[in-house]
């Protein structure tokens, strides 16, 4: 008895000695649950950068965003890692130059950091396109360092690598504006775009007939264009017919102050053909050396801007291009545009058709760039060369009919007698009407623009 007793009591020491250490285990426990693991690196992007600065409706949040065309990127939670990492851009100029979306190990090589960014000068000056968040409030710079730590400690998808700390940044480094410098004079002229209104949470695009100012003919081989912050592009027209010219001056602006369509101004479109333009904040082109543009006497050019402005303050635009002379002696080839025209237009209502028209050359003929215009049916259009040994041979495609790419050749594409290009343009008809060829915004177009010269 005395025995089983003193087991008795020996037990129920060692149980309470256990209860307590199992109480200190937990009291260690709920000590360490109360401070939880850090958030992944990636993690934190897409809940302080993507999901609220770029996942936003008409940006990056659907494959039905009216941006996507273009971009083809969704940033959503869940979906932007694989979009993003080792992904090549749709950016034609990033691709050509052999960056992705974001390539691990390498910011300076990856197109989202160039896009994050206010200022070119961390790249060499390249162009991208329009930095993000477009026509929203710029990251600050600590977002942006957290952003190129990622990316160049890998990019893993887990993992706690860049320091949190910098997201709490709200220092935002930007470039005072500075408008180009008006040519000297005798070497060009400027065409401006005074600042004006950008209202809160609007997208205004408007045309402006202008007036170049040569009182003779000259040749152009350079142009330069500039932009204030928030601008998605800016562009120079020529006009097809021109004894059909808007107003000299009047602002003509495309969408009403209820965001409807001015048919107005819309029809003024149709008698557009491109002359310059950008979608970077600035850009410097020259023709290949001994190349320039004869620009007649009296010239005007019908100039359109469009900016987005998704803050709830008024933006201010503004931007100029300048257009530089050269000596007709120094002109060895007249340089002229691209106007390409598919007339033959037939897409049947609820389908989606491929269409293709091929134009041959008589002349040799040197292509130095190229762009594209079709409206709001115009999926795709792709241009092909036509004949000859590259037969078949895509030098160009864009998929945005608001905002098509302009690709720019450094060495000029060469087309022989009998040789062309084809454009193959793809329509999605939605509406339950036949459409044809047309002025209107209801009506479409396809039309090849850009520069040549012939040998």
Known sequence: ??????????????????????????????SAAATPEPLASFELIQQKILTPSCASSGCHASEQDASYAQHGLVLTDGKAYANLVGVDPKNSSAKADGLKRVKAFASVESLLYHKLTTTASHHSGKQYGNPMPLGG???????????????????????????????ADKTVTTTAWEPLPVPAAGTGYQMALSPFDVPANFEREFFSRRMLGNTQAVYVNRYQIKMRSGSHHFLAYDFRNKNLLPTLNDIRDLRNADNSLNIATALTMSNHVYLAGAQAPSVDYTLPEGAALLIPANASFDLNSHYVNKTSSVMTGEAQINFFTVDKSKVQHVAQTLDLNNTDLRIPANSRVTLTKSFTVTKPRQILALTSHMHKLGEKF??????????????????????????????????????????????????????????????????????????
């Open 1 to 30: 008895m005395l025995i089983s007793t003193r087991l008795g009591l020996f037990i129920s020491a060692a149980a309470l000695a256990l209860i307590g250490v199992s109480c200190g285990t937990k009291n260690t426990d709920d």
């Open 382 to 455: 792709v241009i092909k060369i036509k004949g000859g040994s590259r037969d078949g041979q895509v030098v160009y495609t864009s998929t945005d009919w608001e905002h098509p790419d302009i690709v720019s050749f450094a060495t000029p594409l060469s087309l022989a007698v009998g040789e062309g290009l084809t454009s193959e343009i793809t329509y999605n008809n939605t509406t339950s009407k036949l459409v044809g060829f047309g002025l209107t915004s209801e009506d479409e177009m396809g039309i090849i623009f850009g520069y040549y010269y012939e040998d």
């Open 137 to 167: 409030s710029p990251l600050s710079d600590g977002q942006v360092e957290f952003v190129r730590r990622w990316i160049d400690a890998g990019a893993p998808r887990t993992g706690s690598i860049a320091d949190p700390a910098l997201l």
